[in-house]
């Protein structure tokens, strides 16, 4: 299994695609250089034997009264060819007919050559490197030394003269390989164990970052959610791929803690629900269960008095469900806003004229001020009142008995500022970022108080629904201040 993994990492395709680079390159080097040896070998020995036709024309003439002197060509050459058996000669009409030609055997397969590289060669002087046909082998091409032959100002040919013939390019090719490929063999044995060996031990460790980011996550898809990749000062890309794992991890951990935190408070907001449904639902099922028990045998009176426990605790279940509905409502942002012009200090009289019965049952004090010049604001008219109705009733909850409530309504820069203060024990700095949540509840243990702790959260919506956001500071055991701003009507 391990050699599986072995064949199938990285590391050993990287250095599997390195030797087949290296094999590559091997080759093209051998075969360029060949190549190239081979050019400057042709080129060398033609510039060096570029006037060889010049010397035959001027010690034998080839032509005798404007015929071929085969007798005074055998006899040059065969002295030429003493010296350098690679040569050939052939006598070529202006057109490129071969009209006679000297070789060691008879194997000359081309009638005509092309003149065209024979004119080239003779323009530049021989130190053009150029390659003409090759009689004895039909579209190949050859080294060669060439001149004009005149007699009595009469152009009679050329004097073609082959440097390598097909043996000697046989034999020098023979030669060439063998010595190139041993050549060739010894360096690129040499030069592929050196660049291999140090082509691996570079890829091993150009791969070591990369292998522990990839143990690193799968340490982190085995579950050790606190596997982080160690991140170097070097700005490449696995440092960028490291940095954005560790983040994706950070947030994955973070969303992963919220959810659990989210689902507690669910578990929690549930049964302060169940808690709150169920205590009316018991306490109007039992009171009918009396009045149906009891019915002939209750007064008047007790009747009465029962069938009020009963309204009041169906109206505190109706305003629980309703309470649950419109938060629902408003999270998902399932709400029509009808926006319009009103005065804030109207609705903050009528909350407080709403809430005077609960205020003087308390012994506690209100005060509204009220700023001069205060504009009219632009909203929702009835959920404004809502929100200013439950900022107050919150107040009026954890105030004591003789505590004061003020309501304080400013002008400011661009809105209007609505602020409710209340005296008491004040919120702790633990509870503050968490008042606004509907799944929270301060003083869960304390008596007295009642609520699914909804209100404030119904508050926080509705006006992020406005565009606005509720702020609240406190001081244990001295005042609570929640206060927002609404936009000033412009027409």
């Not at 579209?139 to 050329?158: C, K, M, N, P, R």
């Not at 522990?212 to 000062?233: C, W, Y």
């Not at 009891?294 to 008095?305: F, H, M, P």
């Not at 205020?359 to 509204?368: A, L, M, Q, R």
Request: hydrophobic fraction near 40%; include cysteine.
């Amino acid at each position: 299994m391990g050699i599986i993994n072995f064949r199938k990492s990285l590391y050993w395709r990287l250095s599997l695609s390195f030797l087949l680079v290296l094999l590559l390159l091997a080759i093209s080097y051998i075969v360029i250089v060949t190549y190239a040896t081979d050019k400057y070998y042709n080129e060398t020995t033609q510039r060096l034997n570029a006037e060889v036709a010049d010397y035959l024309v001027k010690e034998s003439p080839p032509f005798k009264n404007g015929e071929v002197d085969k007798e005074s060509l055998g006899v040059i050459m065969h002295s030429m060819m003493a010296v350098n058996p690679g040569i050939e000669v052939y006598l070529v009409s202006p057109d490129g007919e071969i009209l006679s030609f000297v070789v060691l055997d008879k194997k000359v397969k081309l009638s005509r050559v092309n003149t065209a590289p024979i004119k080239s060669f003779i323009g530049s002087k021989g130190q053009q490197y150029v390659l003409g046909d090759d009689p004895r082998n039909p579209g190949e091409e050859t080294i060669f030394s060439a001149t004009e032959v005149h007699q009595d100002g009469l152009f009679l040919g050329y004097v073609y003269i082959v440097l390598a013939s097909e043996k000697y390019e046989t034999t020098h090719a023979l030669v060439s390989n063998s010595y190139w490929i041993k050549l060739g063999v010894n360096s690129f044995l040499l030069t592929l164990i050196a660049a291999f060996t140090i082509g691996l031990i570079l890829i091993w460790v150009l791969t070591r970052n990369l292998r522990v980011i990839i143990q690193t996550v799968k340490q982190f898809a085995d579950g050790d959610l606190h596997a982080r990749i160690p991140v170097s000062n070097k700005q490449n890309e696995l440092s960028v791929l490291s940095t954005n794992f560790n983040d994706m991890a950070d947030t994955i951990l973070k969303n992963i803690d919220e959810l659990k935190q989210v689902d507690s408070l669910r578990r929690e907001l549930i049964a302060n629900v169940s808690h709150d449904l169920r205590n009316p639902l018991a306490i109007i099922q039992g009171y009918i269960e009396t009045l149906l028990m009891k019915s002939d045998s209750l007064s008047k009176e007790d009747t009465i008095k029962y069938m009020k426990v009963i309204h009041k605790s169906s109206e505190k279940l109706t305003r629980l469900v309703a309470d649950l509905f419109e938060l629902s409502k408003l999270e998902a942002r399932q709400v029509q806003l009808q926006k319009e012009p009103f005065f804030v200090q109207e609705l903050i009289s009528d909350a407080c004229l709403k809430s005077k019965l609960l205020t003087d049952n308390k012994n506690i004090s209100v005060e509204s001020v009220i700023s001069e010049g205060i504009p009219m604001a632009y909203g929702d008219l009835a959920m404004m009142d809502r929100v200013i109705q439950n900022l107050l009733d919150n107040a009026i909850k954890y105030t004591p008995a003789d505590g004061h409530i003020k309501l304080l309504v400013d002008k400011v820069d661009g809105g209007i500022n609505v602020s409710i203060q209340n005296t008491g024990e004040g919120i702790p700095e633990k509870d503050l970022p968490n008042i606004f949540n509907r799944y929270y509840k301060v003083d869960k243990e304390k008596e007295g108080i009642e609520g699914t702790g909804l209100g404030l959260a119904i508050v926080k919506n509705i006006l992020e629904v406005h565009q606005s956001q509720i702020k609240v500071e406190s001081t244990v055991n001295e005042i609570t201040n929640f206060h927002f701003t609404l936009p000033a009507y412009s027409a």
